[in-house]
C-alpha cells in the first residue's frame, strides 16, 4: 500500500477547491479506505491476472479516497451547511451528471469524475456510480428535510431512506470500478441487491448507534435511535436496534452461504459488517474517542 502520509496529501490537493472540504474529510477518507483496501487486498491479488488491475496502483488507492471524502464532504454539507444551497444543487449535478460545475470553484468534482470514467475498467460502473451519487444526494436531502420538517418517518421510512444516505452502494461500486469486481453484471441478480440492501441497513444502524450520543447532543434528529425515541420515549432503543443488528447480520450470513459470490465479495461484505468494530473505533477525528459527547467536530 502507499505511504499514508502521500495518499492523505494528494487527497487534500484534490479537495482544495471545495468549499468547506477539511482536513477530516480526507483523513477519514483515508483511515476508512485503507481498512476496506486492506481485507480484501489477497482477493484483489487473486483477481489481478484476470483483470490486470494492480492492487497497489497508486492511481486507483488515491481516486478511492478521494470518492470516499467526497462522500464525507458532501454529507456534510446537508448536514452543517457549508455551502449555500444553490452551490450545492450545482455540484450534485456535477457528480451526478459528470459534467462541470456551473457555479465558479468546485472544480475537484468534474475532476474526480473524469478521472474515474478513465480509470473505469467497465464502463457501466461509471454510470452506476453517476445514478449511486444521485440517489446518495437525493437521500441526504430526504433525511435532512424530513429532520428539520413537520412530518417525522416511520421507522421503516427512515431505513428505507438510509440504504441510500449510507452510500455503501457508492463505495462498492467505486471499487468495481477501479479493480474490476463486475458489480454492474452483479447488480443484475436479486440475492446481490437483497445483500446491498442488508449491509446498507446494517452500516445505518451501526452508524447511528456509533454516533447517537454526539446526535442527541448536537440536537440531530436523522438517526434511527433518536426518531425511534421521538416516537416512543419509553423504548429500550439501544436493545431493539441492536436486535435488528443481529437480525439483519444473520439474513445477510444466509444469502452469502447460499450465493457465494466471486472474490472480494465475500471479505468486502465482511469487512464493511465489521466495520464498527474498526473503523468507528479509530476514528477520533469524526466520532470522538468517548461516545459520551466528547470529541465534537470544530463547527464549520
Ligand atoms: C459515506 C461515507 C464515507 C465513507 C465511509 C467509510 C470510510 C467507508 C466508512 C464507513 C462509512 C462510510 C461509508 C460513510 C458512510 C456514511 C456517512 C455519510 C457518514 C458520515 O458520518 P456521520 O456524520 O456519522 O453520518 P450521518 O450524517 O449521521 O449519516
Same mark, same amino acid.
Given at each position: 500500500?502507499?505511504?499514508?502520509?502521500?495518499?492523505?496529501?494528494?487527497?487534500?490537493?484534490?479537495?482544495?477547491?471545495?468549499?468547506?472540504?477539511?482536513?477530516?474529510?480526507?483523513?477519514?477518507?483515508?483511515?476508512?479506505?485503507?481498512?476496506?483496501?486492506?481485507?480484501?487486498?489477497?482477493?484483489?491479488?487473486?483477481?489481478?491476472?484476470?483483470?490486470?488491475?494492480?492492487?497497489?496502483?497508486?492511481?486507483?488507492?488515491?481516486?478511492?479516497?478521494?470518492?470516499?471524502?467526497?462522500?464525507?464532504?458532501?454529507?456534510?454539507?446537508?448536514?452543517?451547511?457549508?455551502?449555500?444551497?444553490?452551490?450545492?444543487?450545482?455540484?450534485?449535478?456535477?457528480?451526478?451528471?459528470?459534467?462541470?460545475?456551473?457555479?465558479?470553484?468546485?472544480?475537484?468534482?468534474?475532476?474526480?469524475?473524469?478521472?474515474?470514467?478513465?480509470?473505469?475498467?467497465?464502463?457501466?460502473?461509471?454510470?452506476?456510480?453517476?445514478?449511486?451519487?444521485?440517489?446518495?444526494? !437525493?437521500? &441526504? $436531502? *430526504?433525511?435532512? /428535510?424530513?429532520?428539520?420538517?413537520?412530518?417525522?418517518? %416511520?421507522?421503516?421510512?427512515? +431505513?428505507? #431512506?438510509?440504504?441510500?444516505?449510507?452510500?455503501?452502494?457508492?463505495?462498492?461500486?467505486?471499487?468495481?470500478?477501479?479493480?474490476?469486481?463486475?458489480? !454492474?453484471? &452483479? $447488480? *443484475?441478480?436479486? /440475492?446481490?441487491?437483497?445483500?446491498?440492501?442488508?449491509? %446498507?441497513?446494517?452500516?445505518? +444502524?451501526? #452508524?447511528?448507534?456509533?454516533?447517537?450520543?454526539?446526535?442527541?447532543?448536537?440536537?440531530?434528529?436523522?438517526?434511527?435511535?433518536?426518531?425511534?425515541?421521538?416516537?416512543?420515549? *419509553?423504548?429500550?432503543?439501544?436493545?431493539?436496534?441492536?436486535?435488528?443488528?443481529?437480525?439483519?447480520?444473520?439474513?445477510?450470513?444466509?444469502?452469502?452461504?447460499?450465493?457465494?459470490?466471486?472474490?472480494?465479495?465475500?471479505?468486502?461484505?465482511?469487512?464493511?459488517?465489521?466495520?464498527?468494530?474498526?473503523?468507528?473505533?479509530?476514528?477520533?477525528?469524526?466520532?470522538?474517542?468517548?461516545?459520551?459527547?466528547?470529541?465534537?467536530?470544530?463547527?464549520?
Amino acid at each position: 500500500m502507499i505511504p499514508t502520509e502521500s495518499a492523505l496529501q494528494q487527497v487534500l490537493e484534490w479537495g482544495r477547491s471545495l468549499t468547506g472540504f477539511a482536513d477530516e474529510h480526507a483523513v477519514e477518507a483515508v483511515r476508512g479506505g485503507q481498512y476496506i483496501l486492506q481485507c480484501i487486498q489477497p482477493s484483489l491479488h487473486d483477481i489481478s491476472a484476470r483483470t490486470g488491475r494492480d492492487p497497489q496502483d497508486e492511481k486507483l488507492i488515491v481516486a478511492f479516497y478521494c470518492e470516499l471524502a467526497l462522500l464525507f464532504w458532501l454529507d456534510d454539507c446537508n448536514d452543517l451547511g457549508l455551502i449555500a444551497p444553490e452551490q450545492l444543487a450545482a455540484v450534485e449535478q456535477a457528480l451526478g451528471q459528470g459534467v462541470p460545475c456551473a457555479v465558479p470553484g468546485f472544480e475537484g468534482c468534474a475532476v474526480l469524475r473524469a478521472s474515474l470514467a478513465a480509470l473505469a475498467y467497465d464502463r457501466r460502473d461509471y454510470t452506476e456510480l453517476l445514478n449511486d451519487t444521485r440517489c446518495y444526494c !437525493a437521500a &441526504l $436531502r *430526504a433525511g435532512h /428535510a424530513q429532520a428539520a420538517g413537520a412530518e417525522r418517518w %416511520s421507522y421503516a421510512e427512515y +431505513l428505507h #431512506n438510509s440504504i441510500d444516505s449510507i452510500a455503501y452502494a457508492n463505495v462498492f461500486c467505486c471499487l468495481s470500478l477501479l479493480w474490476g469486481l463486475d458489480m !454492474a453484471t &452483479l $447488480r *443484475a441478480r436479486p /440475492a446481490f441487491r437483497q445483500v446491498l440492501r442488508l449491509i %446498507s441497513t446494517i452500516g445505518r +444502524l451501526q #452508524n447511528d448507534l456509533h454516533g447517537c450520543a454526539k446526535d442527541r447532543a448536537a440536537g440531530e434528529a436523522d438517526n434511527a435511535a433518536i426518531l425511534l425515541l421521538q416516537r416512543y420515549p *419509553a423504548m429500550p432503543v439501544e436493545d431493539f436496534l441492536n436486535d435488528e443488528l443481529v437480525g439483519h447480520a444473520r439474513m445477510l450470513h444466509r444469502v452469502m452461504v447460499k450465493e457465494r459470490f466471486p472474490a472480494p465479495w465475500g471479505p468486502l461484505i465482511e469487512a464493511m459488517a465489521v466495520i464498527r468494530a474498526k473503523y468507528y473505533q479509530t476514528s477520533i477525528s469524526r466520532y470522538g474517542n468517548d461516545a459520551a459527547g466528547g470529541g465534537q467536530r470544530a463547527p464549520a
